[in-house]
């Protein structure tokens, strides 16, 4: 076994090997700036940078006929918060992710939970089993969900058939669908979020629960789900980051009739050109979920059992 | 009557076979250790006790009933784990608070009797505290008074000082003691430190491989050990292997290897040629600077480690190394390494042990 791979340095010769370095005149105390070196570059100049050249031109102006103008003013940001055509987009895009947060957690908290019961081998499996679906591209399943949520798909094809529906059911085009899509995608990251928690959780103090006269369902409220709440934070901010921003899947799912803010930003950016008020659009999309994220963790710092979080 | 009766327990992980057969019998108020090194299956017991598993085999009686198929929750049995396993995410009077919360105990009654159970561990004050704002002595104290404050029928303690740095274990040992006195509860007490056994219990019950070896109280356990393990594991011991060569009115002679004869009384009755073994502690040999006593061999001094209270002679006779303990008194200047020295005891301090057959 060993001989296919390159020895592993002893002790001895990775000293060496450090001392070599030094001598090469880096001082020691730089060493873990240099090792986030390579990453704060790309940080900064593929993310800081753009983001930063993104906020300043939500502030320019635009003319169907000229293009950018390179003025400074809020015009993007009146037009959006007087127009109700955006603001429903908002409030639908907000609902949306709402929801698939809402129930990312309901259905992944059991699975979560029984991951956590059984025991090594299973485990591994029934995890590699919640992780495959992220092996499938995301248009692939995407329209997956067509098949099954289609005028003539599974759903309605069997409805029919076996007598239940008279008319074909509209499913596709309709915010349930991109609920359903959505939720299908992220549902993974909030069962892992959830399970690691879970893991944390000293087993003795479920013994100790019961021991106190805790039957299985009130050591649940009182031990398990207040234990457990960094991995709710957790996997909410995470479904919700992602389902907030998403675009595939409500543009597939949803289309023209369920209009989401990535949507329109890619409507404005692509369709219209006007992409000072699309960057406006993604700015307002940005603060408003970093808002509702800061809030919703300080509600939850905030609460009964903020302890948990430190 | 006694209030936990253990009968021929057994229990069985998939094929190891974790306990064979343990009988216990423990009355009211009283505070009984099982004793045993790691593995031997303490904490298998007491979670059988507290209902987290169930037995294999036999029964468990508490306060006169049979308790099997009974939920833990419903057993009314305080428990105090190892690591505590104090909720972190309650504060120290909601960790006391939750067994009576469970058991519905009306709000003004609950802060009362928390209060109390906080005197009672002599632990005032610190109510609002979480869990990891505490001292590890302070934790344990925390885990006690929320296994008392829901006034169980027994209390269950598995290793509860082993956490604990030396010196506050001791002081510990004493202090839990008091307050189990105190409440008159029914304890069973798991540890494998021999000393806080001897030192705490009413009755000591010795495991080994799942089975329960000897059970009595300290001073029997220490002085008149019934297996060879029991006289291995509590204590030190001076071992020599033999015969018996005459057996006469509850005294026995016995030849041993060496062919040093050693008396011995023993209320069994053994027969010429039954294989033994013979067991001295150390604290009984007495040294002397030449051989000048009949009971005494020659032998050669190693070494004197010098402990503080004691001193311990380790010697050499015949290939065999052989450890007395002395009290630290008087000058020690007569303890010459390399020198002869006289080991002597008397025949009553002779503990006579089956030897293997
Ligand atoms: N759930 C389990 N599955 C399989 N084997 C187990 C299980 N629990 C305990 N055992 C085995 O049963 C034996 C007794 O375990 P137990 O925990 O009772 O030991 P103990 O006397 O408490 O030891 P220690 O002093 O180390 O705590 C051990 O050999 C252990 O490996
Ligand atoms: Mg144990």
Redesign the interface.
């Known amino acids: 076994m060993s001989s296919s791979f390159p020895a592993m340095p002893s002790p001895a010769q990775a000293a060496r090997l450090v001392l070599v370095r030094t001598r090469t005149g880096v001082k020691p105390y730089l060493t873990p700036w240099l090792l986030v070196l390579p990453a704060t570059l790309m940080f900064v100049a593929l993310f800081l940078l753009p983001m930063l050249a993104l906020f300043v031109s939500s502030f320019h102006g635009y003319d169907p006929n000229v293009g950018i103008i390179r003025v400074l003013s809020v015009q993007n940001y009146v037009k959006f918060v007087s127009d109700p055509y955006y603001r429903e987009a908002l409030v639908r895009t907000l609902r949306i992710a709402l929801m698939v947060t809402i129930l990312s957690g309901l259905l992944g908290y059991p699975v979560a939970y029984h991951l956590n019961q059984v025991g090594g081998r299973t485990r591994t499996y029934l995890t590699l089993a919640i992780l495959s679906p992220l092996l499938v591209s995301l248009v692939i399943r995407t329209f997956g969900w067509l098949i099954i949520l289609g005028p003539n798909g599974v759903i309605n094809f069997l409805g029919r058939g076996l007598g239940i529906l008279g008319a074909p059911l509209k499913l596709m085009y309709t915010e349930g669908a991109v609920i359903v899509g959505t939720l299908h995608v992220y549902l993974p990251f909030m069962v892992l979020a959830l399970l690691s928690s879970l893991q944390n959780i000293?087993p003795?103090?479920y013994?100790?629960?019961?021991?106190?006269?805790?039957?299985p369902v009130?050591?649940f409220v009182?031990?398990t789900l207040?234990?457990s709440?960094p991995g709710i934070l957790a996997g909410s901010l995470i479904v919700f980051s992602l389902s907030v921003s998403s675009f595939v899947t409500p543009a597939i799912l949803g289309g023209a009739r369920v209009k989401v803010m990535a949507y329109l930003v890619w409507e404005e950016d692509l369709v219209m050109l006007n992409w000072p008020f699309g960057a406006a659009i993604a700015f307002i999309l940005l603060v408003i979920t970093i808002a509702i994220m800061l809030i919703y963790h300080r509600i939850l710092e905030a609460g009964r059992?903020g302890?948990?979080f430190q | 009557m006694a209030d936990l009766q253990l009968t021929d327990i057994r229990k069985i992980f998939d094929t190891f076979v974790a306990l064979r057969g343990v009988s216990l019998e423990i009355a009211r108020g009283e505070f009984v250790t099982l004793l045993g090194p790691s593995g031997c299956g303490k904490t298998t017991t007491l979670?059988l006790i507290?209902?987290?598993i169930e037995a294999d085999g036999g029964e468990i009686m508490i306060g006169g009933r049979p308790v099997t198929g009974i939920?833990?929750?419903?057993?009314?049995?305080?428990?105090v784990?190892q690591?505590y396993?104090?909720?972190?995410?309650l504060t120290v009077f909601d960790n006391i608070a939750?067994?009576l919360k469970?058991?519905r105990v009306e709000r003004a009654e609950i802060a009362r009797r928390v209060d109390r159970a906080l005197a009672l561990v002599r632990m005032p004050g610190l109510e609002r505290r979480?869990p990891k704002q505490l001292s590890g002595g302070q934790q344990q104290r925390v885990a006690l008074a929320?296994?008392l404050v829901?006034e169980p029928a027994i209390l269950l303690l598995d290793e509860p000082l082993s956490n604990l740095d030396a010196k506050l274990r001791e002081e510990m040992r004493v202090e839990l003691r008091e307050i189990q006195r105190e409440v008159g509860i029914t304890t069973v007490f798991v540890t494998h430190d021999q000393e806080e056994a001897l030192v705490m219990s009413d009755r000591i019950a010795v495991m080994n491989c799942g089975m329960v070896e000897q059970v009595g109280t300290p001073a029997e356990i220490y002085e008149r050990p019934a297996t060879n393990f029991v006289a291995q594991f509590v204590g030190e011991s001076n071992c020599f292997r033999g015969h018996v060569e005459e057996s006469r009115e509850g005294v026995v002679v016995v030849k041993t290897e060496e062919g040093l004869i050693i008396r011995a009384r023993s209320d069994r009755a053994w027969r010429p040629g039954d294989r033994v073994q013979v067991a001295i502690r150390p604290e009984k040999i007495q040294v002397g600077e030449s051989p000048n006593r009949p009971a005494a061999i020659a032998a050669v001094l190693e070494r004197v480690l010098y402990l503080g209270a004691s001193v311990r002679c380790l010697a050499r006779f015949h290939q065999r190394k052989l450890i007395a303990s002395l009290p630290n008194v008087g000058p020690l200047a007569r303890l010459t390494v390399g020198a002869e020295i006289s080991l002597g005891w008397s025949e009553e301090d002779v503990i006579l042990l089956p030897g293997d057959a």
Request: glycine content about 8%; charged content about 15%; aromatic content about 12%.
């Open positions: 000293d003795n103090l013994q100790a629960a019961s021991n106190l006269g805790a039957d009130r050591r009182h031990v207040p234990l709440l059992y302890v948990v | 979670n507290a209902g987290f939920p833990s929750h419903k057993r009314n049995l305080g428990m784990f690591n396993a104090l909720f972190p995410h939750f067994g469970m058991r979480y929320r296994a829901i």
